[in-house]
């Protein structure tokens, strides 16, 4: 602003450089400390630049720090504007998480991911989502207990090797068709963790009526199975 002063009050006659003086109320005081500037320069000051200038430069400084201030504001608040603009989502290593949790199988990280579908307003992938789990649940779930229950394979292990597939459906199909956020706020864990709770209790509410829907063969080994497990 000083330079853009200077060049301005070079072209000024002198006439003209002590109007911006005497009528400085009038004039940016950056614009009048240039005019006495350009006065001395041509050999001719004025006369009241000694009792001005110290009042014109302080506020010039005070101007400058005010301008100063304002841009860093305006800097803080353009770095922090994108932060706020981000989708607040689950991230991958959550769902992969709670998708690998025995009490939770991998219901707990399809819904982890079913609410980032929401938030990002991916309807049809929702319902992709939503089809995809209930699916793996029926079809997998028979393998899984016939698996238990025939082969008498561990329980614990054959939840895991149940979560392995889904969990990698769910990042490596799922999250970069659909989700497709490579910046995005991490939201936190509590409500995962509530989500998971209540998962496990309605599986332990509907347990019991899901093992009086099998046949008596069925009932008995899965009734002999809890018992090695006690």
Known sequence: MAEEYADKMARKTDAELREYISGRAQYREDAVLAAFDELARRGQPHPDEAALRPELEQVVQEQQKQAVAARQLAERETEAEPEANLPALYSK??????????????????????MNLFRLGRKWALLGLVGFVIGYVLLGG?????????????????????????????IFWFWPRYVQATAFRSRGIMLPIVICFLIVWGLQKAMPYLIK??????????????KRQQ
């Not at 998480?97 to 399809?110: E, R």
């Not at 207990?145 to 969990?167: E, R």
């Not at 829907?213 to 809890?226: A, G, H, I, N």
Request: proline residues 6%; glycine residues 10%; charged residues 10%.
């Open 142 to 170: 028979q393998v899984l207990n016939w698996a238990i229950l025939q082969q008498g394979l561990d329980p614990f292990v054959g939840t895991l090797l149940f979560n392995v597939p889904a969990t990698l459906i769910y």
């Open 213 to 226: 829907q099998q046949p008596k063969e069925v009932r008995d080994k899965v009734e002999q199975l809890m």
């Open 93 to 114: 290593g959550t769902i992969a998480m709670f998708s690998m949790l025995p009490m939770s199988m991998m219901i707990g990280g399809g819904v982890l991911l079913g």
